[in-house]
């Protein structure tokens, strides 16, 4: 494989038929005339772009969504706290942007009220905007913080925003048996290096289901090239018509030993959210 600066995965189809042998079946309306990016010469890129692709299209069509959750945080001594947020999250119009997505805290009272707000773009840096009841103002966070920890977790603003397909060039790897939650499945291992400025990451690594094409594992180098956490992705239910969400989100920082578990409740669709509810304004105003 070529030399570059690292960039992360993305999923579709394969167009080679040694790449289609190994990869499995193709969906069909991927299967002709899929355009390739420009970055791609070679058939590890274009096999790891199609995989990602693949898994990236599985997620079209939800619309809408809210969910609450529970985010325990552990420290490397074992202690634990515990906070209720909620998220609501607005589909991308197309593959040009991306999602819009509120996060908000319930619990404890010291962060009652806080909120982040994500407009997630491709090669653009993401809009992000916080707001601080104790401060009652909104806060721009700038591109070269977003690598910073969200409100003490082990996620950071950068992994708040939608990991939208054409963020990352994408470069296959192998397939691997992982285990996650006590679950065992075949995985497509692609590596994904970010295209976008500021990144706090230098290259993820990225496990994708060879069944539903959901990702279940994650593992971040920092810039210097260095493992620095991952994510587990577990307890994955089926809405509607093949719309997947993991329930059990689990983020080891192997640097510092801490830990943080997102455990999702029921999600709701198509509850009728629109590009104002994702407004700058909305979060003096509701929250």
Same mark, same amino acid.
């Given at each position: 494989?070529?030399?570059k !600066?690292?960039?992360?995965?993305s999923?579709?189809?394969?167009? @080679?038929?040694?790449?289609? !042998? @190994?990869?499995?079946?193709?969906p069909?309306?991927?299967?002709?005339?899929?355009?390739?990016?420009?970055w791609?010469?070679s058939?590890?890129?274009?096999? &790891?772009?199609?995989?990602?692709m693949?898994?990236?299209?599985?997620?079209?069509?939800? &619309? *809408?969504?809210? #969910?609450?959750?529970t985010?325990?945080?552990?420290?490397?001594?074992?202690?634990?706290? %515990?906070r209720?947020l909620?998220?609501?999250?607005?589909?991308?119009a197309?593959?040009t942007?991306?999602?819009?997505?509120?996060?908000?805290?319930?619990?404890?009272?010291?962060?009652?009220?806080?909120a982040?707000?994500s =407009?997630a =773009?491709?090669?653009?840096?993401? +809009?992000?905007?916080?707001?601080?009841?104790?401060?009652?103002? #909104?806060?721009? /966070?700038s591109? !070269?913080?977003?690598s910073?920890?969200?409100?003490?977790?082990?996620? !950071?603003?950068? *992994?708040?925003?939608?990991?939208?397909?054409n963020?990352?060039?994408?470069?296959?790897?192998?397939?691997?048996? /992982?285990?996650?939650?006590?679950?065992t499945l075949?995985?497509?291992?692609?590596e994904?290096?970010p295209?976008?400025? $500021?990144?706090?990451?230098?290259?993820?690594?990225?496990?994708?289901?060879?069944?539903i094409?959901? /990702?279940?594992?994650?593992?971040?180098? +920092?810039?210097?090239?260095?493992?620095?956490?991952?994510?587990?992705?577990?307890?994955?239910?089926?809405?509607? *018509?093949?719309?997947?969400?993991?329930?059990?989100?689990?983020?080891? $920082? =192997?640097q %510092?030993?801490?830990? %943080?578990?997102?455990?999702? &409740? %029921?999600?709701?669709?198509?509850?009728?959210?629109?590009?104002?509810?994702?407004?700058?304004?909305?979060l003096?105003?509701?929250?």
């Amino acid at each position: 494989m070529k030399t570059k !600066a690292f960039n992360p995965p993305s999923k579709s189809l394969l167009a @080679l038929a040694s790449v289609l !042998a @190994l990869a499995g079946p193709v969906p069909t309306a991927f299967a002709q005339d899929a355009e390739l990016p420009a970055w791609v010469d070679s058939d590890s890129e274009r096999r &790891g772009y199609e995989i990602a692709m693949r898994s990236d299209n599985s997620d079209n069509g939800f &619309g *809408d969504s809210r #969910v609450e959750a529970t985010m325990t945080l552990r420290n490397a001594a074992g202690q634990e706290t %515990t906070r209720q947020l909620s998220f609501q999250t607005l589909e991308r119009a197309d593959n040009t942007v991306g999602d819009k997505s509120v996060v908000v805290f319930d619990t404890p009272a010291d962060v009652q009220g806080t909120a982040l707000l994500s =407009h997630a =773009h491709i090669l653009e840096p993401d +809009d992000q905007w916080l707001y601080l009841p104790a401060l009652a103002r #909104v806060r721009r /966070i700038s591109s !070269a913080n977003k690598s910073g920890p969200f409100v003490g977790s082990e996620f !950071a603003f950068e *992994d708040f925003t939608a990991v939208e397909l054409n963020k990352y060039e994408h470069n296959y790897l192998t397939t691997e048996a /992982i285990t996650v939650d006590g679950e065992t499945l075949p995985t497509d291992v692609v590596e994904r290096f970010p295209r976008y400025e $500021n990144s706090g990451y230098s290259r993820q690594v990225s496990y994708i289901d060879q069944s539903i094409h959901q /990702i279940r594992r994650i593992e971040f180098f +920092d810039r210097r090239g260095d493992l620095l956490k991952t994510l587990d992705l577990g307890d994955y239910r089926e809405y509607g *018509d093949g719309i997947w969400r993991a329930h059990r989100l689990s983020m080891t $920082n =192997h640097q %510092t030993g801490k830990s %943080t578990l997102l455990t999702y &409740g %029921t999600f709701e669709f198509g509850i009728g959210l629109t590009g104002n509810d994702f407004e700058r304004g909305v979060l003096e105003r509701q929250y």
